[in-house]
């Protein structure tokens, strides 16, 4: 189940996460001054890769229509004029109007986009006033308006060269391990439950055993089963998913760390579950509780919707969730090239973690088989 | 020889004492009717000493040993068959024994030996391929009596183990228990079968609120009902009522 949850997630999510592929934009444009500088812009607009310029009209009802309808995502109006008054002391506002859909991070990158191409005609024009008015072309010959594009491409190189943006695989395939693996508790927790209730742990009390032996009994199994659980999922992500039209999952360098991280996530949610298996008093509660805390620790940690899309607050609180823990150094591994120094702190708090579960599974136990 | 003096044991959910110094001596060989209505402590004097809740130091001895201090040893030569039905169901019944053998520390040969006069005492070789969850009521006892006879045990507990089982099983069951004590094996029974115990034990306690209402041989207590103008056929429940009373405890 978890595993075709991974795939179906991935391929569906493959546009959210597409650093490397284009930003479908469309828009449209009403052009009532007809200019130069006019057309400039245009050409500017229509020249960057991730816009697509919508069909053109001279019909503005028909274009605002078409916005409102979300046909494009914006609709740019240069007002009659706007070339001539450009350099005046009264210049003409292009108009920007977005679709009711388009979200707010979206319209604030179109509108980026469009100030830097009105500046680039804007000082275009200067930069031909500029030389004339000094009558030395040689003068202005330094003001290169291509150099802009040169210099501020190299904050942006710098970015990547840091390492990709998760791919729909990357983000997907951990964030949903690491859920999965946490729902293991509903199992072993009900089984623990029923085991109880029918006397079983009574009579291998009574047989000698210590109670450290039963609850090592239940851990090291459902750790097998989770081990078992991710290589699978693991391996859907690498082999399936690209098969299936999306992006192969990167496992990184370190095949260490990530069976550090593996190790680490699934003894502290089996942990976890031994926890709720203890405190429940019937099966019906461990699985409403199970079901309830980790949906909360799902979302808080990154699992649900990215943590870096998350309000301050929330990404704070997000920094409690050992899912959050679990993500991050499987991003770390995954993403950033990381080795064991670099996941060794996260996988040491969930094992601190597990072991803190375990202790109060122990406690609980015993307090429950003594009334 | 078990010698139980003053034994008190509270629950830490529940005010009152679940045991409140009972005291008693069960003679080795005995086969030993524990009596009491729900809730009277048989259940709680059986965990304790079987050692599924701590016995408290002193309280206890088991020929001579002190219950708490030689818990492991005591274990090993001792057994509980729980009232509930203490098995995996999804697992074979041969698998069931196989698992509590080698939870037992056996291993290789001896358990292989231990589990088939298991299958054989219990009546269950025909079965041992079967399902435990698909047995009938009358087979899960069995096997529930079964894995208590893995270490042959010199001292068994048992806790109501005719619950819910048809004449038949019954009637096989009854007679094993008369087979194991006359083995030698000190036997501790607990019914609310009073013909069972009538018809099984030589000595009888009767348990209620944590404490012992009456402790003897059968016949001597079975006398005392009688002068009472008791019923012999009936004399146990009688006795058993009278002492108890009639009011409902559930």
């Known amino acids: ?371 | 020889m078990i010698e139980v003096k003053s034994l008190r044991f509270s629950y830490p959910s529940s005010p009152a004492p679940a045991l409140d110094g009972v005291s008693l001596r069960i003679p080795k060989g005995a086969l030993y009717g524990l009596l009491g209505p729900n809730g009277s402590g048989k259940t709680t004097f059986l965990s304790l000493l079987s050692g599924i809740l701590p016995p408290p130091p002193g309280a206890i001895a088991v020929d001579g040993q002190d219950l708490s201090a030689h818990l492991r040893q005591i274990q090993a030569r001792s057994a509980l068959v729980p009232q509930e039905l203490a098995f995996y169901p999804r697992m074979s019944v041969q698998e069931n024994l196989e698992f509590f053998a080698g939870a037992r520390g056996y291993s290789g040969e001896d358990a292989r030996s231990r589990v088939d006069e298991a299958l054989r005492l219990a009546a269950l070789a025909p079965n041992r391929g079967q399902r435990a969850e698909h047995c009938s009521g009358g087979l899960k006892r069995r096997l529930n009596i079964a894995i208590g006879l893995l270490n042959r045990p010199s001292l068994l507990l048992l806790d109501e183990p005719t619950v819910g089982i048809d004449p038949q099983s019954r009637n096989f069951i009854l007679q094993g228990v008369r087979d194991i004590h006359a083995a030698g094996t000190t036997v501790i029974y607990t019914s609310h079968y009073m013909e069972e115990v009538q018809a099984l034990c030589d000595t009888v306690a009767v348990l209620d609120h944590g404490r012992v209402l009456a402790e003897g041989p059968l016949d001597s207590l079975l006398g005392d009902a009688a002068l009472d103008g008791g019923d012999r056929a009936r004399g146990l429940e009688q006795l058993f009522l009278t002492l108890t009373r009639s009011d409902l405890r559930d």
């Open chain 1, 1 to 371: 189940m978890p595993t075709a949850f991974i795939l179906i997630m991935s391929l569906a999510m493959r546009g959210l996460f597409a650093s490397h592929g284009r930003v479908a934009v469309s828009w449209a444009l009403l052009d009532q001054d007809r200019s130069g500088a006019s057309a400039e812009l245009a050409g500017r607009l229509a020249r960057r890769p991730d816009f697509r310029r919508a069909a053109a009209s001279a019909d503005p009802a028909a274009l605002q229509q078409l916005v409102r309808s979300g046909g494009v995502q914006f609709l740019v109006t240069i007002p009659s004029g706007f070339g001539r008054a450009m350099r005046t002391a009264r210049p003409l506002a292009l108009g920007l109007a977005a679709a009711p859909d388009v979200e707010p991070v979206l319209v604030r990158l179109f509108d980026a986009c469009l100030r830097e191409d009105t500046a680039k005609v804007y000082l275009g024009g200067a930069m031909q006033e500029l030389a004339a008015g000094l009558g030395d072309p040689s003068a202005v010959k330094g003001l290169r308006l291509e150099n802009i594009d040169v210099l501020v491409a190299g904050p942006a190189t710098a970015g990547a060269a840091a390492g990709p943006s998760p791919s729909a695989v990357q983000q997907n395939v951990p964030a949903w391990l690491i859920f999965a693996m946490f729902f293991i508790a509903i199992p072993l927790s009900n089984t623990w439950v029923q085991e109880r209730s029918q006397g079983t742990y009574g009579r291998l009390l009574s047989l000698g055993l210590p109670r450290w032996k039963l609850l090592l009994g239940k851990l090291l199994p459902y750790l097998a089963v989770n081990l078992a659980q991710a290589a699978l999922m693991l391996a859907v992500g690498v082999w399936l998913v690209p098969r299936l039209g999306g992006d192969a999952l990167d496992l990184g360098r370190s095949p260490w760390a990530l069976a550090l991280m593996v190790l680490a996530v699934s003894f502290a949610a089996v942990s976890y579950a031994l926890l709720i298996a203890n405190l429940a008093r019937s099966s019906e509660q461990a699985s409403l509780f199970t079901g309830v805390s980790n949906l909360l620790l799902a979302v808080l940690g990154g699992v649900m919707v990215p943590r870096f899309v998350m309000p301050a607050a929330l990404q704070a609180a997000g920094n409690l969730s050992p899912m959050a823990w679990g993500l991050d150094g499987f991003l770390d591994v995954f993403l950033r090239q990381g080795g064991l120094a670099q996941v060794a702190p996260r996988a040491g708090l969930l094992a601190a973690f597990g072991c803190l579960s375990l202790a109060l599974a122990a406690r609980v136990f015993t307090r429950h088989q003594r009334g």
